[in-house]
């Protein structure tokens, strides 16, 4: 039997920042959620490390550590970012599974 959601997870991005560009997402547990106020806290908390650039190819410091900057970085970046997380995934196993057992 394999783990379904793994902890962390890198995911190239190579597609919104360029060959050989990734993220590594943590995915949210209870202590992440109730510690976040907004869906922006949320998804930055769940980035723990990349290799993203701005346009002048600096690198770009972590959301969790830069405020302000998922809300500054282009609509199809911030988006890609939702879209890979995971929270999305997790969010339709659960959805399919009973409300009384887990996914095999």
């Known amino acids: 039997m394999a783990r379904l959601f793994k902890a962390k997870f890198r995911v190239a991005s190579d597609e919104v920042q360029g060959p050989g560009s990734w993220v590594e997402f943590q995915r949210p547990t209870w202590g992440i959620a109730r510690e976040v106020k ?19 190819d600096n690198p770009l410091p972590l959301p969790k550590d830069a405020e302000g900057l998922l809300t500054n970085i282009p609509q199809v970046e911030a988006r890609w ?22 996914p095999t």
Do not use: F, P, R, Y
């Open 81 to 102: 970012l939702v879209d890979h997380s995971g929270m999305n995934d997790q969010k339709e196993a659960l959805k399919n599974s009973s409300s009384t057992s887990l």
């Open 38 to 56: 907004t869906g922006d806290d949320l998804l930055a908390a769940c980035i723990v490390a990349w290799n993203w650039t701005d346009d002048d």
